[in-house]
């Protein structure tokens, strides 16, 4: 290993750690929070089994804001509401708000396009039995779209790494921020080299490990 890479070791080591956090708290969000939002906006859609047109316009109108924004000033304008939060709007921790609530949006959409795509006679066989609101979810419709749920969470997770690297505006570190602060600005292109070629291993083994569980998962 190069020099420049050794004396750096310490500091990189630190950026993929945080950038291990941020993405480990979106996925975390998007799994708990967005799994849920994204089936109730397929359940609440006209003619489905929770049909709720306020509900379904709400959650929509509301994910459909967040997604408008761009990214950066998304982070910006939740300062006040991270601090509120967190108690600063500085730092790793502070920039996982922010990432979580993109990522609550960004996958809740992909989780409804998902569902939408189970075909209409599952959920219709489902409620010809009887089954409940929750085993329509968990026995029918999740086990149904689970394949396309696992390539919206890798595509997602892939999308929340690019996210993450814009943190370093509120200090949030990770590996992009380390690419510009050290690499780039000032003037050590050896380094910043290094720091891509790191996203993109990342990047590539996330794609190939999600494509792997999603065709190992999908029974039809």
């Known amino acids: 290993m190069p020099d420049i890479f050794v004396q750096y070791e310490a500091q990189i080591w630190q950026a993929m750690g945080e950038t291990f956090i941020m993405v480990g708290v979106s996925i975390l969000a998007a799994v708990l929070l967005g799994?849920?939002?994204?089936?109730?906006?397929?359940?609440?859609?006209?003619?489905?089994?929770?049909?709720?047109?306020?509900?379904?316009?709400?959650?929509?109108?509301?994910?459909?804001?967040?997604?408008?924004?761009?990214?950066?000033?998304?982070?910006v304008f939740l300062i006040p509401f991270t601090r509120f939060i967190i108690?600063?709007?500085?730092?790793?921790?502070?920039?996982?708000?922010?990432?979580?609530?993109?990522?609550?949006?960004h996958y809740s959409r992909l989780v409804e396009q998902t569902l939408l795509d189970?075909?209409?006679?599952?959920?219709?066989?489902?409620?010809?039995?009887?089954?409940?609101?929750?085993?329509?979810?968990?026995?029918?419709?999740?086990?149904?779209?689970?394949?396309?749920?696992?390539?919206?969470?890798t595509t997602s997770t892939i999308s929340f790494i690019s996210y993450s690297t814009i943190m370093g505006v509120v200090g949030g570190g990770g590996i992009g921020d380390?690419?510009?602060?050290?690499?780039?600005?000032?003037?050590?292109?050896?380094?910043m080299m290094y720091m891509i070629v790191i996203m993109v291993i990342l990047v590539q083994t996330i794609q190939f490990t999600g494509m792997t569980i999603a065709r190992k998962i999908d029974k039809r």
Not at 87 to 101: C, E, N, S, Y
Not at 128 to 149: C, H, N, P, Q, T
Not at 178 to 191: H, P, S, V
């Open 87 to 105: 108690g600063t709007a500085i730092g790793t921790a502070a920039a996982t708000v922010p990432l979580a609530i993109i990522a609550i949006a």
């Open 35 to 75: 799994l849920p939002v994204g089936t109730l906006l397929f359940l609440c859609r006209k003619g489905n089994l929770l049909e709720n047109r306020v509900a379904f316009s709400t959650l929509n109108l509301l994910v459909n804001i967040i997604r408008s924004f761009p990214f950066l000033l998304l982070v």
């Open 178 to 191: 380390f690419a510009i602060r050290f690499g780039y600005q000032q003037f050590k292109t050896e380094l």
């Open 118 to 153: 189970v075909p209409k006679g599952v959920l219709e066989a489902a409620v010809s039995m009887g089954a409940s609101v929750k085993s329509v979810i968990f026995k029918f419709l999740y086990v149904e779209a689970r394949s396309g749920l696992v390539v919206g969470l």
